[in-house]
């Protein structure tokens, strides 16, 4: 199982770009979710989605977009990069039945820079 | 809107110290409370708490939660350098369908040989 994996890790972009982050999962769990982290900032939540077809916006989704067409994948979308949008993003999933630990699992962080 | 805030937010002690991490939480429909590690990338799991009183423990680690007082603390004993990172506090609530985390800003622990 490779978890969830993120691409790109690093990317620069200039303002006014735009770009996708991609995650996928292999673990067949139903919740995703796009969180955002600046230094000191703890972790935001940009958007989530609870299953196939089926997405819904977190604390900070100003400036994103997000689609669910199937378990595996949930991207992310920048269509007008700004430099605000400079962060560390995460990507993640979980299980989703009552008996559940709660835990998020994590893909490895994609760094984006908008100059 | 739930509040997760965590203190100190940073802490440097020596190799050998016990520390204690703080996190206190405003969650509506509060489910359980999660403590998260954070080193150079993603974060990696290390407790989960839904009832009061009650310690998970995971070698030098251990956690507890009130759920009367709303808080929780993570301890660590005989801190290592490999113990450094970031511990991030998360309260998870139960609503309808809703299984979002809201996050503090964390405890970045620094431990000096």
């Known amino acids: 199982n490779a978890g969830v994996t993120q691409t790109p890790k690093f990317r620069i972009l200039k303002i006014g770009q735009s770009m996708t982050l991609q995650c996928a999962q292999d673990m067949n769990h139903n919740y995703m979710y796009w969180y955002r982290q600046d230094p000191g900032m703890g972790l935001k939540l940009i958007y989530y989605?609870?299953?196939?077809?089926?997405?819904d916006k977190g604390e900070v989704p100003n400036g994103y977009n997000v689609s669910r067409s199937t378990t595996e994948d949930f991207p992310l979308r920048l269509e007008l990069a700004a430099p605000s949008q400079t962060s560390v993003y995460f990507c993640?999933?979980?299980?989703?039945?009552?008996?559940?630990?709660?835990?998020?699992?994590f893909g490895e962080g994609s760094r984006l820079t908008v100059l | 809107e739930d509040k997760v805030v965590q203190s100190p937010l940073s802490l440097v002690v020596h190799e050998g110290d016990t520390v204690t991490l703080n996190c206190s939480y405003e969650v509506t429909n509060f489910r359980s409370l999660l403590w998260y590690k954070q080193e150079k990338k993603a974060p990696t799991f290390l407790f989960m708490l839904?009832?009061?009183?009650i310690e998970k423990k995971s070698g030098r680690l251990s956690s507890i939660l009130d759920k009367k007082e709303l808080f929780s603390i993570l301890n660590i004993t005989a801190t290592q350098t490999g113990d450094s990172a970031i511990y991030l506090c998360a309260g998870r609530s139960s609503g309808a369908g809703s299984y979002q985390l809201t996050f503090g800003k964390g405890t970045k622990l620094s431990v000096i040989p």
């Open positions: 839904t009832s009061s009183g």
């Open positions: 993640a999933s979980s299980y989703s039945t009552r008996e559940d630990t709660g835990e998020l699992f």
């Open positions: 989605s609870v299953g196939a077809g089926i997405t």
